[in-house]
């Protein structure tokens, strides 16, 4: 059994930061990719950034410079960075991972995070 667990969120003014973390545990025998989606009331999910094992990151236009993703092989572990935060960054937060549980390849999500930035 996995489990992805998420922390950090919470409310902060514009302009401030919060670094959200994901830990994953259980019978993993290798993740592939390690990522944060966001969906904000009323909009689809979107993907925020996201770290390919042995890979550069990928990140949102709208995140750009201001968000930085980082991996933790060992410990399984994806933290998100958020500075300069804005308004529009408010959302639930998502911790994604593709990972293989024996010789299968499974997608799973964290249960989300609250980020909430206020003007």
């Known amino acids: 059994q996995v489990r992805l667990v998420e922390s950090g969120g919470g409310l902060v003014q514009a302009g401030g930061s919060l670094r959200l973390s994901c830990a994953a545990s259980g019978s993993i025998s290798y993740i592939r990719t390690m990522g944060w989606y966001r969906q904000a009331p009323g909009k689809q999910r979107e993907l925020v950034a996201e770290?390919?094992?042995?890979?550069?990151?990928k990140y949102a236009d709208n995140v750009k410079g201001r968000f930085t993703i980082s991996r933790d092989n060992a410990k399984n572990t994806v933290d998100l960075q958020t500075n300069s935060l804005k308004p529009e960054d408010t959302a639930v937060y998502y911790c994604d991972t593709w990972l293989t549980v024996l010789a299968d390849e499974h997608d799973f999500w964290g249960q989300g995070t609250q980020v909430t930035v206020s003007s």
């Open positions: 770290v390919p094992n042995g890979a550069s990151p």
